[in-house]
């Protein structure tokens, strides 16, 4: 018995020593406990540049019927479904954006200027996700920490007004200048050009309300700043490192077969030529046919069935693919870009053009055509160019549209929220074999995991904002 006692009370003590010791036994000194914001910095930005390049070739390039798919058309013909993968991706990325910005908040390791960066990454992500749904999780989105798993959705106008708070706020804090410790793959630590990303996006999204409410005076003051992305340089494109299937754009778009399902739509073919646009050849490449003329380009219309697609002018060697170079450039000059100046110009333009700030319209346009061929190394005659009949500067908002619709290939769903707010270009019409009533597209099904999941708060925000179809506007359109 006593023997028993004795060994019992070893086995005590043994596992008091084991416990008191758990955690530094148990923790690895060669891995940290905590991520700093350097190395979440690149995630971020990777995560979200590359799912904007990824969406602009999958989806935004086909909803603004700047490609065409000869295969697999069900996009094509707005038989969409949730795109719940990238819903997924900008929930998923949003934890370590705000971890970033509670690194940044912290009074031991105060930095403003991380700060402002996370604060432009959310409000950009955030922006997405209200652009393509709605009505979504935003006050309560990453409030698990706080026993908040099912988060209510906002409305569209107080997701609008948080954004653009975090837009000044971010401008104003990187303006104080306070180095960054690393992570930055976008702007190489250059403070500066995140300033003027924080201010070209906010000039995106005030143009986007701009039928809400009155931004003229907000326009006016970035404008009179100067601070905003106003050359290539400036741009916020992210250039892929090339040496994995992951971080290479040229193997970004999957298998040679996915590659080759893209082709030039009709609808591009048609104003590419009209105008004699240089972009055509640095966006597709001539048709396969050995019996063509080897300069021939031919566009395929969108919207059809998949047998008509696919025998379309007789066969896909007769209708053109796009340029190698976005599968098989090994020096990876197509990056993923999120704003370019082209756009910024365009943005200026419309809002002259439209009254809201003061300055010179055409002077605006006639800039973003010429660096928007910059950006594409287009080698065009611009002086030429901008003599045409469609293209020449006329005081008409399609004008610009048109060139605004042109300059957004690869650039997300940008051309699709223009569309939608506009109604330009009106060449944008949908498909034959179209299955949704003739109707362009205006939102994405909620995802099917927030029916199940969050069926409460869903059933609220379609209440609320409206059946959770494909045509239902959001706040903006309206």
Not at 128 to 154: H, K, M, Q, R
Not at 370 to 389: H, K
Request: hydrophobic content about 40%; glycine content about 8%.
């Amino acid at each position: 018995m006593k023997k028993s006692i004795i060994v019992s009370l070893l086995v005590f003590l043994s596992t008091l020593s084991c416990t008191e010791n758990f955690e530094e036994i148990n923790t690895n000194p060669n891995e940290p406990e905590e991520v700093t914001s350097d190395l979440l910095l690149s995630t971020v930005i990777s995560t979200i540049a590359d799912r904007t390049a990824r969406t602009g070739w999958s989806n935004g390039n086909l909803v603004a019927q700047l490609t065409a798919k000869i295969n697999f058309t069900e996009f094509d013909r707005y038989s969409w479904g949730s795109e719940s993968s990238i819903w997924n991706t900008y929930y998923g990325i949003l934890p370590e954006i705000d971890i970033i910005l509670e690194n940044a908040l912290a009074e031991d390791s105060r930095n403003t200027s991380y700060e402002g960066i996370a604060l432009i990454m959310r409000a950009y992500v955030f922006a997405n996700l209200t652009d393509n749904w709605g009505d979504v999780p935003f006050s309560e989105a990453i409030a698990g920490t706080e026993g908040i798993f099912t988060p209510a959705y906002d409305t569209q106008e107080s997701i609008y007004n948080g954004i653009l708070a975090d837009l000044r706020t971010a401008e104003e804090q990187l303006a104080l200048g306070q180095p960054i410790l690393g992570g930055d793959i976008l702007f190489e630590g250059d403070l500066e050009k995140w300033r003027k990303l924080a201010n070209s996006l906010r000039l995106r999204y005030l143009l986007r309300i701009s039928g809400k409410t009155d931004v003229s005076g907000e326009m006016q003051d970035i404008v009179n700043s100067g601070v905003f992305i106003a050359t290539n340089a400036d741009n916020a494109a992210m250039a892929y490192p090339g040496t994995t299937r992951i971080d290479s754009w040229h193997l970004s778009v999957g298998r040679i077969g996915s590659f080759d399902e893209h082709r030039m739509s009709q609808t591009s073919e048609s104003i590419l030529k009209q105008f004699n646009d240089g972009r055509l050849q640095a966006w597709y490449q001539p048709t396969d046919n050995p019996e063509d003329d080897p300069g021939l380009f031919v566009g395929l219309p969108n919207g059809l069935s998949e047998d008509n697609a696919s025998n379309f002018n007789g066969g896909a060697s007769n209708v053109s693919r796009l340029n190698q170079a976005f599968f098989f450039d090994s020096t990876n000059s197509v990056k993923a870009a999120i704003m370019q100046t082209a756009e910024v110009h365009f943005i200026l333009a419309e809002a002259a053009q439209r009254g809201l700030i003061s300055a010179d319209a055409e002077t605006l346009y006639n800039e973003g055509i010429r660096l928007s061929f910059e950006y594409w190394n287009v080698n065009q005659d611009i002086p030429a160019y901008l003599t045409q009949t469609g293209v020449a500067y006329d005081g008409e908002l399609e004008t610009i549209l048109t060139q605004k619709w042109l300059a957004s290939f690869l650039v997300g769903l940008e051309a699709w929220y223009d569309f939608r707010r506009t109604g330009f270009p009106s060449v944008i019409v949908p498909g034959p074999n179209n299955t949704n009533s003739n109707q362009v597209p205006v939102r994405f099904f909620y995802p099917e995991s927030e029916q199940t999941l969050n069926a409460d708060n869903y059933a609220a925000a379609v209440a609320r904002f409206g059946p959770d179809d494909l045509n239902t506007k959001g706040w903006w359109e309206q």
